[in-house]
């Protein structure tokens, strides 16, 4: 009695000594993960003289968390002590947290269909268990690579649940982090201004936090996002700034990512060889992390300064390299950049066949993830209008509940609970007369996106075959003219001036096609450089004249900031609508028209001749003035 006297409250200050360095650490992992993975050895030496498997089970998950991102084979070795563990465990919810680490260390390594598979698993163990820690922190894993797959409405919709998790439970450091990883899914949907926003929300609370780790992760995204919008000066500040923090607080992978931020602001700003230096660098420091995708975005990065110093025997296995990677990945928008750096390559080393493969593979990949980003955002939009319908009828479902309890309580007054009911009616009518036309609202605008080029601000694709597809409707006694326009030697402004350089030419263009017409012609871009001009009510001879008329008007474009003395031109196809024509056939028809005026020189009209029509003969300009 006397042996159990002593021992059992030395047994009971040893788990609670184990226990508190566990949180700690836990605390410390977003502020210094060395303290992080200190505390949680020291956990273990308790552990070892207390065995608890609950604590021994969390004090690993730290460690593999630690290790995941530097040493895999320690991480491993940590997987597998907490795996065998778990029979002795009484938190089942612990089972979640090794499959996440386990998830997040195949993610490092490139594994990310093993990976999904893990966390999926997490996600439904947790919920089975009611463990909302564990369940918060596989979600919000799980959101990431949802995310990083181009699945952003799945992934938006994970990291919300756990941002709602980590507050319910009290843990606002984390709940912080998973507003970031919210942050990341728009800014991989395009939204970098909004990304950029939420980056620097997050970056001075996890400042004034002392969650230095963390703020050194949101100062690489801002600078991302910086990046995307073209603002260099304040990229490379973001990026030396997450390097600096990175190299204090000794974390090699935020370091590389970092250093692999300037080589690319260096790549853009015209310094091939500042960049390559900087990636020998980055290069080193990514040997100490098993980061699969890191690896991938240097290669991609090198190989296009070696490109740019016209080096491409040297840029093409580095190119080859990321590509593996980030198909595996399925990273579209890495992928697509990959592939217009590959035919760069290959047009210089003259295998113009792979240069003219590479070139539509790139196409091919930015058309899918723009009308990837595209649904996302229409998805992601529902998640978030649910998310707020679901806030809002929790708050009716309270104030109906008080309101019950109350007349409940109040029986004898039957005039005051009368007026109650009255006033909760009329209020519960109002909420649900918002709700109707703020989702109204949401399915116009959505709808809007729908049928606009995001690039141009014109109607897209679908926009214009559908209005093409109602005059066709209207029967054969309508003439419906079309004019398929195609900005000649385009690809020419994105490889000389750069693909920035060529959206700005795309949106001059398309604001003087809108100013150069009226109702009824409706245009819209359908793809690349190539537009569709729908002319109701317009026979052959009439659309051939119009045709005309924009192609002298297009020189007039002043791009002289951006393309010095050059002139853009356009090569054009005609075509009326003729019996039971429909739209592919009319566009079919357009596109030989279209073909034909190329093949003539460019800059010049064309027009089917399908129908015994005539028409002024098209003069075409050759030569450097038309390129």
């Known amino acids: 009695m006397l042996f159990v006297a002593v ?81 002795q465990a009484r938190r089942q919810g612990l089972r979640a947290g090794v499959l996440t680490c386990q998830g997040e260390t195949l993610e490092s390594a490139g594994d990310n269909a093993r990976a999904k598979a893990d966390f999926d698993a997490a996600v439904s163990i947790a919920t089975a268990a009611n463990d909302e820690q564990m369940l918060a922190e596989a979600l919000f894993s799980r959101g990431y690579l949802r995310a990083l797959q181009g699945e952003y409405a799945s992934g938006m919709g994970d990291a919300r649940r756990s941002q709602e998790l980590f507050d319910r439970i009290h843990m606002p450091q984390h709940a912080l982090t998973v507003l970031s990883t919210i942050a990341t899914i728009y800014n ?20 004034d936090a002392g969650l230095r780790r963390d703020e050194a992760v949101s100062l690489y995204n801002l600078g991302k996002a910086r990046q995307k919008l073209g603002e260099w000066d304040a990229a490379r500040a973001g990026f030396s700034s997450c390097l600096a923090l990175s190299q204090e607080l000794k974390y090699p992978r935020g370091e590389a990512y970092a250093l692999l931020g300037l080589a690319s602001v260096d790549n853009a700003t015209g310094d091939p060889n500042g960049t390559l230096g900087t990636l020998a660098r980055a290069a080193e420091l990514q040997r100490q992390t098993p980061d699969a995708r890191l690896n991938a975005q240097i290669q991609l990065v090198r190989g296009t300064a070696l490109q740019k110093l016209q080096r491409g025997a040297e ?36 295998d113009w066949q792979s240069a003219y493969k590479y070139r539509s593979e790139a196409q091919a990949a930015a058309e899918k993830l723009l009308h990837n980003q595209l649904d996302q955002r229409f998805a992601a939009l529902k998640v978030e209008f649910d998310t707020a319908t679901k806030e809002k009828e929790n708050a009716l479902l309270l104030g109906q509940s008080a309101a019950d309890q109350k007349a409940l309580a109040q029986e004898r007054r039957a005039n005051t609970l009368q007026t109650i009911v009255i006033l909760l009616s009329l209020m519960l009518l109002g909420l649900l007369t918002i709700l109707v036309l703020h989702q109204r609202r949401g399915a116009r605008h959505m709808r809007a996106l729908a049928m606009t080029d995001e690039l141009t ?6 926009a214009v075959l559908a209005h093409l597809a109602a005059q066709l409707e209207q029967g054969d006694e309508r003439m419906c003219s079309i004019l398929l326009i195609d900005i000649d030697y385009f690809k020419s402004i994105n490889d000389l001036h750069g693909h920035p350089v060529g959206d700005v030419t795309l ?67 005609v075509v009326a609508s003729i019996g039971a024509d429909t739209v592919t056939t009319m566009l079919r028809r357009a596109d030989a028209a279209l073909y034909t005026a190329k093949h003539a020189g460019r800059n010049c009209v064309r027009t089917d001749l399908a129908v015994d029509l005539e028409v002024p003969t098209a003069w075409c300009e050759t030569g450097t003035a038309a390129l």
């Open 315 to 350: 840029a093409l296995p580095a190119l080859q390299q990321s590509e593996a990677v980030f198909k595996q990945a399925n990273s579209l928008d890495e992928l697509g950049a990959t592939y217009d750096e590959l035919a760069i390559v290959q047009a210089q080393l003259g």
């Open 507 to 573: 949106q001059h263009f398309t604001t003087k096609l809108r100013d150069a017409i009226a109702d009824p012609a409706f245009f819209g871009r359908v793809g690349g450089e190539e537009f569709v001009m729908v002319l109701p009510d317009t026979d052959l001879q009439d659309a051939h004249l119009f045709a005309e008329r924009i192609r002298m008007l297009v020189p007039s474009i002043d791009l002289s900031r951006w393309l010095g003395g050059r002139r853009i031109t356009v090569s054009i196809g």
């Open 188 to 207: 991989r949907m395009g939204e970098y201004t909004q990304a950029a926003r939420i980056y620097e929300q997050v970056q001075s609370q996890q400042h």
């Open 7 to 87: 021992c059992a409250p030395a047994q009971a200050a040893g788990e609670k000594s184990a226990l508190s360095l566990i949180e700690h650490g836990t605390a410390a992992m977003r502020a210094n993960p060395e303290e992080s993975k200190q505390d949680a050895e020291r956990a273990l030496d308790v552990i070892r003289r207390h065995p608890d498997a609950d604590l021994e089970i969390r004090a690993r998950l730290l460690l593999c968390d630690y290790y995941s991102e530097r040493d895999p084979d320690a991480a491993r070795q940590q997987i597998d002590a907490a795996n065998a563990l778990l029979p």
């Open 457 to 462: 601000g014109a109607p897209n694709r679908r």
